[in-house]
């Protein structure tokens, strides 16, 4: 079991409908357009689709550690255990939080 947060709250589904508006150019080999041809065809999606859904997975992986928080099963319950101990007095942290901010005026 993973446990997935994203910091951002946000996501983007590559399956939904919405109206794409923006144009992305991008110019390759005959190689790699030969070959992402290929992968779109076994696929079953279209260039477009698949081109899209791809670069979407490469973006979030590359991402992944900027917006994303992911903890396995056993780290999950120690972080859990944690969160589930009573809070501590801490009269420093009181005093400090008490006090205005420098950044306002």
Same mark, same amino acid.
């Given at each position: 079991?993973? &446990?997935?947060?994203?910091?951002?709250g946000g996501g983007v589904s590559t399956t939904d409908t919405r109206h794409r508006s923006r144009r992305l150019s991008l110019r390759t080999t005959p190689e790699e357009r030969e070959l992402i041809d290929r992968?779109?065809? =076994?696929?079953?999606?279209?260039?477009?689709?698949? =081109?899209?859904?791809?670069? &979407?997975?490469?973006?979030?992986? &590359?991402?992944? *550690?900027?917006?994303?928080?992911?903890?396995?099963?056993?780290? =999950?319950?120690?972080?859990? !255990?944690?969160? *589930?101990?009573?809070?501590?007095?801490?009269?420093?942290?009181?005093?400090?939080?008490? !006090?205005?901010?420098?950044?306002?005026?």
């Open positions: 079991m993973a &446990v997935h947060w994203l910091y951002n992968a779109a065809e =076994v696929s079953g999606s279209d260039l477009t689709a698949f =081109v899209i859904s791809s670069t &979407v997975t490469a973006a979030r992986r &590359v991402l992944a *550690d900027r917006d994303r928080f992911e903890l396995d099963a056993p780290t =999950v319950a120690a972080w859990e !255990r944690i969160n *589930d101990r009573p809070p501590r007095h801490l009269p420093g942290l009181r005093r400090l939080m008490a !006090r205005p901010s420098p950044f306002s005026e």
